[in-house]
């Protein structure tokens, strides 16, 4: 039996945060009190009509542009039919055959289109704890419903599972540094179904799909994908055919647990909504959303890795803009900058400082100066201090905010042992002759017998002996 591949596609809902919802003035909210933000518009009320909000339309066109869409010059709103406690009108706001943003990409994965629809009321099931007149409840919050979302779907380019949880990761950073939504799984300002199938390695048809709803997380994401595949193989190995249906995955338990047999567009009715006329983004509107697209983060990670960082410090560098561009400041404040020292002193050594110090940094106002941490690297990577007392200064910069490096390093006595004077030489000496066992062995060509040697060198030193110099003098003592 051929292997079998993993086909998957993601459906993604954004919501988006204007100031009012999709087609009534009502304000936003999380968290408030239960249908405080409602009118007749979004209740549904006989003979009202929406009015489209021009804010969301300007967020869907950065959002399009930031992932390559084409953008429809004129695109139309569909009512899409379904009966549901969630949804007063018995029809949703969306878009159908004409989206507003057609075919574009992002990374490897092509996205198929990405539309505006209002999203539906909140239903909690109150169960058995919620009877009201002695019955099982279910209680509808409205506050919700209305709120515009952008929908994004994409081509079923994805292959494993853990790679539609990264993919997705990069989806939500996009779109975050666009500043158009919260993308807040838990909240549901950002929600993420996938369709999953597999089919033998090679062929290029597609197998039946499944759906899993809802995910509110990426680690679900990847642990729901990872369990709809188990058992798609196992159907499959066991000559079974896999069903078209809506699954639910639990991940307290693992389980996935089907909520319907999936609809197919059909069942839904669609036709074009009579109430709106259609959206024509003028090459004004366009202009101002390309305008407002900061670099995004697979750009800033693209030109980064040229710049010589690994992918991983690309990656986590791009992911937080602010703090990439406090890497970018101390780069140019750094007299022979070189960008992976720079960024392993910004990812690594600052971020571990901020958080010993318990400090939720603002890259805004830094804590550090860039030029301070510019010139820090500096006297490190010329050996006037070495890395370990390097990492004490960061540390008096971090708390008392001092900007006098060289006068942190004179204070403190930190500057580098070793030159000329003579003492790391007495040091080393020292600490050959204390441990003559570990000095034979070292003779003896064991190389890693040299470590508990350097370790007294460095305890007596407080950190302030370069390594690579600690090593060449007690290789030298030794007549090696
Ligand atoms: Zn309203």
Redesign the pocket.
């Known amino acids: 039996m051929p292997e079998l591949e993993a086909v998957i596609g993601l459906e993604i809902h954004v919501q988006l945060a204007t100031r009012t ?1 999709m087609f ?3 304000a936003l909210s999380f968290g408030d009190e239960p249908n405080v ?7 549904a009320h006989p003979g009202v009509l929406p009015v489209p909000n021009e804010e969301a339309i300007a967020y869907a066109l950065k959002i399009g542009l930031a992932l390559d869409c084409e953008i429809a010059p004129r695109s139309i709103f569909h009512r899409k039919n379904y009966f549901y406690p969630d949804n007063p009108k018995a029809y949703q706001i969306s878009q159908y055959d004409i989206p507003i943003c057609g075919p574009g990409k992002l990374g490897d994965i092509r996205i198929t289109r990405a539309h505006l629809e209002e999203d539906a009321a909140k239903t909690i099931h109150a169960g058995s704890t919620g009877r009201i007149h002695g019955s099982t409840a279910s209680l509808v919050d409205f506050n919700r419903g ?1 709120t515009p979302l952008v929908e994004i779907v994409t081509e079923p380019d994805l292959r494993g599972a853990a790679e539609a949880a990264e993919w997705a990761r990069l989806l939500r950073e996009t779109v975050r540094q666009l500043d158009v939504s919260n993308v807040n799984m838990e909240e549901g300002s950002l929600r993420i179904d996938a369709n999953v199938s597999v089919r033998p390695a090679g062929s290029t048809e597609l197998g039946t799909k499944t759906e899993l709803k809802n995910m509110n997380s990426f680690r679900f994401v990847q642990r729901g994908i990872e369990a709809e595949l188990e058992r798609q193989r196992g159907i499959v190995d066991a000559g079974g055919t896999v069903e078209q249906e809506t699954l639910h995955f639990d991940p307290t338990s693992g389980d996935l647990t089907s909520l319907r047999s999936k609809e197919e567009a059909h069942d839904y009715r669609y036709f074009p909504e009579p109430d709106l006329v259609a959206i024509v983004a003028t090459e004004a509107m366009i202009a101002a959303a390309r305008a407002s697209l900061p670099e995004l983060p697979a750009a800033r990670q693209a030109r980064y890795e040229g710049e010589g960082l690994d992918e991983a410090q690309a990656r986590l560098l791009a992911a937080d803009p602010g703090q990439a561009e406090y890497f970018e400041a101390v780069l140019a404040a750094s007299t022979a900058p070189e960008p992976r020292v720079v960024a392993n002193w910004v990812t690594g050594e600052l971020t571990a400082a901020l958080r010993g110090a318990e400090i939720d940094e603002d890259y805004g106002s830094p804590t550090v100066a860039p030029a301070a941490l510019a010139e820090l690297i500096g006297a490190t990577a010329a050996k006037t201090i070495s890395h370990g007392s390097g990492r004490q200064v960061l540390a008096i910069l971090v708390e008392t905010g001092e900007g006098d490096v060289a006068a942190i390093v004179e204070r403190e006595g930190l500057a580098q042992m070793g030159g000329d004077d003579g003492e790391l030489a007495r040091i080393v000496a020292a600490a050959i002759e204390g441990d003559p066992a570990a000095a034979e062995q070292i003779r003896n060509g064991n190389g890693k017998a040299i470590g508990a040697i350097v370790g007294v060198v460095m305890r007596e030193t407080k950190g302030r002996a370069d390594g690579g110099e600690v090593n060449r003098l007690i290789r030298e003592q030794l007549g090696l």
């Open positions: 919802k009534c003035g009502c933000h409602t009118c007749p518009i979004c209740l209305g």
